[in-house]
């Protein structure tokens, strides 16, 4: 057991072996989520709740610190309504539910289960927005959506999921686009101070952005096997809702203008970033942010005399500043070792008799295994400092496989190998054509641009399209996803 390269959770198919069964082990041994009599849907369990929660709860202070206000918009949205704005409709057609029928009658207009809320905010905005004074609008729900999907997979894609959603609208062209770009910044910073995740950032292509923007910037960060996921989008919408949904607004020079609009959401697709960036062979590992469990207090030979006393102690000191269990069950040690280990619980803390007569405690990070010993005069710091130096080498890992699954192509043929032969991400150099980008796609089968980096070099003079070999516009990263 105190071997930290020995496998403690042998129920677990190996992440080299089949990462796609690891995931789904990983999902249910770790009772994040159990499978639903709906086909598609997942019933997130309280442990896999507790971390969408912390998760909401850090999200949520950070838009209520720029002004957001959270409100709630239906279920249910009028056909007529989401055909107002063509581009949109087209976009998310395949992927829509719709009620046909309320009780025994048949309804007189199909009403679409929300695969996003666009329209019914622009329906809304229509109503409230008169004046400048009333911009800008600065709104975000905590819902879920529905999107049926032809192949699920927890978290990653389920037919129905919870995400946030938020929606804005400002007087000018100038506002939107630096709402849109701090959104997208807040996700950012959100992975890498959060969720201790590394990614790129950076502005997706014609053909990959949202149905009805005019620009969508992403957050893409890399799993542990090289796949992608799009961890959270930030759109630009124009005034093209406005137009469609006749919302205007008397200026400042009392003229009538459209208010310019946003869009930016992110997903329980989150926690399928965290398992498949952080775990391992032995289960999850959580950042200690987002843990429903940041340290889990073992007592060893408990049933010795003033053990259980102690670790009560520890666990009310603690709690004043971290999430704490104390695990005083009649399972044995090595048995409450694996468990917290496949649960991910970033820090565990061993208390037993001969800690109590040296006023110590054992402390052990769940991602390096190593042993600390530490003195129970200052064990509040010596905690909080444990979590701190996970999460950092949590971040480092993940900056560190990125880098490492990072390939550059100039022509064709050595695109396609990197694609066949190296998992991860490709840099190259693109024309700017949509064509382009299908026979990339289609020749390497389902290798797709993933951004145009913001801090990509502007291509030069004899930089040209890693497919058609015409003067290159972008330099891109592409790569498979999930």
């Not at 720029?66 to 989401?82: A, C, D, R």
């Not at 939107?176 to 997208?184: I, N």
């Not at 149905?211 to 799993?223: F, L, Q, R, S, V």
């Not at 942010?289 to 073992?298: E, G, L, M």
Request: with cysteine; net charge negative; charged share 30%.
């Amino acid at each position: 057991m105190n071997n930290k390269n020995q496998k403690m959770v042998s129920e677990i198919t190996s992440m080299e072996t089949d990462f796609a069964q690891w995931y789904t082990d990983v999902v249910k041994k770790a009772e994040l989520v159990d499978y639903s009599g709906v086909k598609g849907c997942m019933i997130i369990r309280p442990y896999g709740y507790a971390i969408w929660e912390n998760i909401q709860k850090d999200l949520d202070a950070r838009f209520k610190k720029l002004g957001h206000e959270n409100v709630y918009l239906p279920l249910f949205i009028p056909e007529s309504l989401l055909q107002k704005e063509k581009d949109h409709v087209k976009g998310f057609a395949p992927e829509c539910a719709w009620v046909t029928f309320g009780g025994q009658n048949e309804l007189a207009e199909r009403l679409c289960v929300r695969p996003t809320s666009e329209t019914l905010f622009c329906d809304h905005f229509k109503n409230i927005i008169h004046s400048y004074r009333d911009l800008p609008k600065l709104y975000n729900q905590w819902v879920n959506v529905v999107r049926w999907e032809k192949t699920t997979r927890p978290f990653l894609r389920t037919s129905e999921f919870l995400w946030q959603e938020g929606h804005t609208m400002h007087e000018t062209e100038e506002q939107a686009r630096e709402e849109t770009q701090k959104m997208l910044e807040v996700y950012r910073d959100f992975y890498a101070d959060t969720l201790a995740i590394y990614a790129i950032t950076g502005k997706k292509t014609e053909k990959e952005k949202f149905a009805g923007a005019e620009e969508t910037y992403t957050i893409e960060p890399m799993m542990h096997n090289g796949i992608a996921l799009q961890g959270g989008t930030s759109h630009y919408f124009g005034d093209g809702f406005a137009k469609a949904f006749d919302i205007t607004y008397t200026d400042r020079e009392n003229k009538i203008r459209y208010p310019h609009q946003t869009s930016w959401g992110l997903s329980t697709r989150v926690i399928g970033a965290i398992i498949m960036s952080h775990g391992d062979d032995n289960g999850l590992i959580l950042p200690p942010k987002v843990a429903p469990i940041q340290t889990v207090i073992i007592p060893v030979a408990q049933h010795k005399e003033g053990v259980l006393e102690k670790a009560n102690e520890l666990k009310e000191r603690l709690s004043r500043k971290f999430r704490v269990k104390l695990d005083d069950s009649d399972n044995s040690a090595g048995w409450k070792y694996s468990e917290y280990e496949m649960k991910g619980v970033p820090l565990r803390l061993e208390i037993g008799p001969k800690d109590i007569e040296n006023n110590s405690c054992v402390l052990v990070s769940r991602l390096t295994r190593q042993k600390q010993f530490v003195s129970l005069d200052n064990v509040e710091d010596e905690v909080e400092k444990a979590l701190r130096q996970i999460h950092d080498q949590l971040y480092e890992r993940s900056k560190r496989n990125l880098e490492a699954k990072m390939f550059e192509a100039k022509t064709f043929e050595e695109f396609c190998d990197v694609a066949a032969n190296n998992p991860g991400y490709i840099r190259a150099f693109w024309c700017g054509e949509a064509e382009c980008e299908e026979k990339l796609k289609d020749a390497t089968g389902g290798v797709k641009s993933r951004c145009i980096p913001f801090d990509a070099p502007a291509p030069k003079d004899n930089d040209v399209c890693v497919c058609c070999k015409k003067k290159a516009k972008h330099l891109v990263v592409w790569g498979r996803q999930y």
